[in-house]
């Protein structure tokens, strides 16, 4: 009797510690144990033919010459799980994590197996939108009366490039395969990781179920965790939605505005620049917006007339305690106690005669202590980094380019030294508390930090928990905490210099909040000549606290500090005016941005709206993402529209991005408005945390493009256009 055996499942009996298969006698039988049915079939008659790995169990699958069946032996080929990483170096951490070498040939193939897993990698971006001429060859041809241009339904497509679709069809083909029953994405864990693992998937026509890897760090044990409490991916559908409205809010814009300024005016700015062929204009949703900022700034620097303003200085000798110091006049306050900060401001705006007459006035007169306040005060550590902050910083301290401070940023988090970097946050979630002092322990083997740490320990019990809101606040947490170092760390001198300073900033400002306060003696001291006012101020480091493990900056206010030791006058005590002078000083334009500062002001430009209710609405939204922004900049020197110093990160328009800022001015003036800009990014915010629906912010997408396109038509077919301060026709 001949009988064919199917194997159709296992199970592991976890009381006897080994597999148990059933198998399927011809199809009209019941499903049986294989250790109930093997001896009386097939026992002592199995002709070996080859060798599986399962698990890391050797399988053997063999031939019953009794009954001709075809049987494994002690296990069948199990189903696998399929993760995929943004970045080869990425997969690397999770290979770590899961037990799996990838080998330099696993590499020239794109993917790395074992019996039940396989990691494979993207290249960042493989999938992107289609360009318009994939819609209609016509649109090929950069005409005007093709736009707007809206498609009804998007097209993606795989990018053209020859490593790309290599790799593309190695995911897709390892997506689609039989054996595979779960597919763990595990890109960047923010909006665009998302937006690059969703494409591929969708595109690949897979229908696996997905789990989503959610991560703040690269160590083994945050990977480990991570694949443990993977969700469904579809937990991060809106997330997903997020993603997909931002590429095609950026498409609409660049594709429909691009052109039409292009078509429109390219020749006529060609012409102004003296260029051969006709200007392409780029136009961006968050670039063109920048591109405002930057020759806003300048125009303001290049327009700006200093006007001279005056003070008195007042140089006192007190009579009993012998202490030499000065006091500088100070106007007396308005009584609208609102308008503090602006009378602040206005007092150094007297005229010369105003300034003269109030020495002419006090001059031969005593002068006495009014007031000697003395206060102790206490400064908190800076609040942790994120990522614009550390560019700033990185750029104000060392001259680093914020593209550079992202790209060193990045590479520390590949290696597992530090946390994800593209965050906004500069606060701790409440769940990564535990973890600090393992991070703190790891630090301790670092020979230059190891000091720190043991001055942390003198101080007993950790000052940071769950309670300390200003460093731990689950509601700032957006995507990820702030940026702070793991347990995972080396010697300094085997990292360059730029990356040695950006991780001692990142590991430093982590361990000054584990500092107490710094305390200083503030000493305000008024002194009066008649009816005048003279103020002087000291400052005095008391206990260093945080400022022992981080340096900071001198402010310039404390440049204007007196160095003599007021402390020790006393309320009405005479001093005599030695002498009066007269100070002469020049308002100043405003600062040329660095690249530094020009992150922090994107960063923050929702704080800077008029409209106080569009402003508080507004407040946590910025021009751009933390991700992007050090790309955009990088984008717009890239093209030519901005320059910035090698030596001072200054950062300054280009003559073209001069005219193209003053031809949108005139066009679709909007289009510079960081309201608007905020606005969008704050509408993709809504729709990440269900507060709107794609379908609703699309629909407002498609109105205002087809309404600004038309506009700028409109102005175009009209009289010849004259560009006010480039005198262009």
């Known amino acids: ?155 993606y497509i795989v990018i053209d490039n020859k490593g790309t679709v290599k790799q593309f069809d190695v995911i897709k083909s390892l997506m689609c395969r039989k054996d595979v029953d779960m597919i763990y994405a595990c890109t960047d864990s923010g909006r665009e990781g998302e937006y690059i693992f969703r494409l591929v998937y969708n595109q690949s026509g897979s229908d696996k179920p997905v789990k989503r890897v959610w991560i703040s760090s690269q160590t083994e044990d945050a990977v ?119 009378v602040e401001n206005e007092d150094k ?96 083997g670092n020979a230059n930090f190891k000091d720190f740490i043991l001055r942390i320990k003198e101080f007993g019990e950790l000052g940071i928990d769950k309670k300390t809101k200003r460093y731990v606040d689950d509601s700032k947490v957006t995507d990820h905490y702030a940026i702070i170092p793991t347990y995972v760390t080396t010697e300094l001198s085997k990292l360059d210099e730029d990356t040695r300073n950006i991780y001692n900033l990142i590991v430093k400002r982590f361990l000054a909040i584990f500092y107490p306060p710094a305390e200083y003696n503030t000493v305000r001291v008024e002194t009066g000549i008649e009816a005048e006012i003279f103020v002087t101020n000291s400052k005095t480091l008391n206990v260093q606290g945080w400022k022992e493990v981080y340096e900071v900056t001198s402010s310039k206010k404390e440049e204007e500090l007196s160095e003599s030791p007021i402390q020790k006058l006393v309320k009405k005590e005479k001093c005599d005016v030695t002498q009066f002078d007269l100070e002469e000083k020049e308002t100043k334009p405003p600062s040329r941005f660095t690249d530094g500062s020009l992150i922090i002001t994107m960063e923050k430009a929702g704080k800077y709206i008029e409209n106080e209710e569009l402003r508080e609405q507004l407040k946590t939204c910025g021009i751009g993402t933390s991700a992007t922004r050090a790309g955009i900049i990088k984008k717009l020197v890239d093209i030519g529209h901005i320059k910035i110093n090698s030596k001072t990160q200054i950062v300054t328009p280009e003559p073209k991005g001069e005219a193209i800022v003053e031809l949108v001015r005139l066009t679709a003036k909007e289009l510079l408005n960081p309201t608007l800009t905020a606005s969008w990014e704050k509408g993709l915010f809504m729709i990440e945390n269900h507060e709107t629906s794609a379908e609703v912010f699309e629909e407002k997408l498609t109105q205002y493009i087809t309404k600004t396109i038309e506009k700028v038509k409109r102005i175009g077919d009209g009289q010849p256009f004259k560009f006010q301060s480039l005198n262009i026709e």
């Open 224 to 342: 480990k965790k991570g694949i443990e409490e993977a969700k469904s991916i579809s937990a991060y559908d809106s997330l997903s939605k997020a993603a997909y409205c931002r590429a095609k809010e950026d498409w609409l814009f660049g594709m429909n505005f691009s052109r039409i300024y292009t078509c429109q005016y390219g020749r006529k700015l060609s012409a102004f620049l003296k260029e051969e062929k006709s200007s392409v204009i780029p136009i961006g949703r968050v670039m063109t917006c920048v591109l405002g900022l930057i020759v806003d700034r300048e125009l303001e620097i290049r327009n700006f007339v200093p006007k001279p303003y005056y003070g008195v200085v007042a140089n006192f000798l007190s009579k009993d305690s012998g202490i030499p110091y000065k006091g500088r006049w100070q106007q007396k306050k308005k009584e609208d106690k609102d308008q503090a900060e602006d």
């Open 349 to 444: 705006y007297i005229s010369k005669e105003d300034a003269e007459e109030i020495i002419k006035k006090l001059e031969g007169h005593e002068a006495a202590v009014k007031k000697v306040e003395v206060k102790v005060k206490k400064e908190q550590a800076p609040l942790l980094f994120n990522l614009a902050e550390l560019q700033s910083e990185a750029n104000k301290k060392f001259k680093i380019p914020v593209n550079k401070t992202l790209e060193i940023a990045q590479s520390l988090y590949e290696k597992k030294m530090i946390s994800y970097p593209r965050t906004d946050s500069r606060v701790l979630s409440t769940d990564v508390i535990p973890e600090l002092p393992k991070v703190l322990n790891g630090l301790y």
């Open 1 to 155: 009797m001949q009988t064919d055996i199917i194997l159709l499942r296992f199970i592991f009996t976890a009381q006897k510690g080994a597999w148990t298969l059933f198998v399927k006698i011809s199809s009209s039988h019941d499903v049986w144990p294989l250790i109930d049915i093997l001896p009386t079939f097939c026992y002592y008659s199995i002709s070996i033919k080859q060798k599986v790995f399962i698990c890391g169990d050797l399988v053997q699958a063999g031939i019953c010459r009794k009954c001709t069946i075809i049987l494994f032996i002690k296990g069948e080929i199990l189903s696998k799980q399929l993760y995929i990483t943004e970045k080869p170096s990425v997969a690397a951490s999770f290979a770590s994590a899961l037990g799996v070498q990838i080998s330099s040939s696993d590499r020239g193939r794109g993917y790395a197996e074992t019996a039940n897993v396989i990691i494979t990698w993207c290249f960042g971006h493989l999938v992107t939108m289609a360009y318009p001429d994939v819609y209609n060859p016509e649109y090929k041809s950069w005409r005007v009366e093709h736009l707007p241009i809206i498609p009804k339904e998007y097209k």
